[in-house]
T-cell receptor, first 112, second 111 residues
């Protein structure tokens, strides 16, 4: 049983560019959340998707957007990249609310 | 404001030296408290979920407990392979499945 899978693993982008990160949830899971983790910090909630709709959003600007597909996979898009967007981006999946939440290995984004 | 605080920030132990990590929280309507282990450069690995005060869960050398205001992760006779960052997160009413994380405790176990 595959867990949460994310791609790409690492990427380097230039300030002002756009990036798309992808996530496939654990088999049977229907809810996908995205988190940003800066070095030495705990993960910060970006937003959550359920039934292809954004259900809740954290304190992140509109440059951060996402999408969930009918097969429950998800994308995170970040526009107009800033140096401060450099972080580990984590995808988490669960079945509904209040159940165990599993994380992927993350996508390391470096903005230069 | 909903908040999770972990202490200590870093902990160095000798192999076999037991200790405890603390996670204190201030949220309205706790629905669950999660413990994760994170190795450098990797995603968080699920360890435990605790739902109500007084609940305890164990896994190998780890034991997690929960009170109304804090949780402890007890590590008994740790080994070097237990070295990692341990993250605590809370899930609260009205938060759907949003987790609020602490900054973590970096544990180093030396032989």
């Amino acid at each position: 049983d595959a867990g949460v899978t994310q791609s790409p693993t690492h990427l380097i982008k230039t300030r002002g560019q756009q990036v798309t990160l992808r996530c496939s949830p654990k088999s049977g899971h229907d809810t996908v959340s995205w988190y940003q983790q800066a070095l030495g910090q705990g993960p910060q909630f970006i937003f959550q998707y359920y039934e292809e709709e954004e259900r809740q959003r954290g304190n992140f600007p509109d440059r951060f957007s996402g999408h969930q597909f009918p097969n429950y996979s998800s994308e995170l898009n970040v526009n107009a990249l800033l140096l401060g967007d450099s972080a580990l981006y984590l995808c988490a999946s669960s079945l509904g609310q209040g159940n165990t939440i599993y994380f992927g290995e993350g996508s390391w984004l470096t903005v230069v | 404001e909903d908040q999770v605080t972990q202490s200590p920030e870093a902990l160095r132990l000798q192999e076999g030296e037991s200790s405890s990590l603390n996670c204190s929280y201030t949220v309205s309507g706790l629905r669950g408290l999660f413990w994760y282990r994170q190795d450098p450069g990797k995603g968080p690995e699920f360890l435990f979920t605790l739902y109500s005060a007084g609940e305890e869960k164990e896994k190998e050398r780890l034991k997690a407990t929960l009170t109304k205001k804090e949780s402890f992760l007890h590590i008994t006779a740790p080994k070097p392979e237990d070295s990692a960052t341990y993250l605590c997160a809370v899930h609260f009413s009205g938060g759907y499945n949003k987790l609020i994380f602490g900054a973590g405790t970096r544990l180093a176990v030396h032989p």
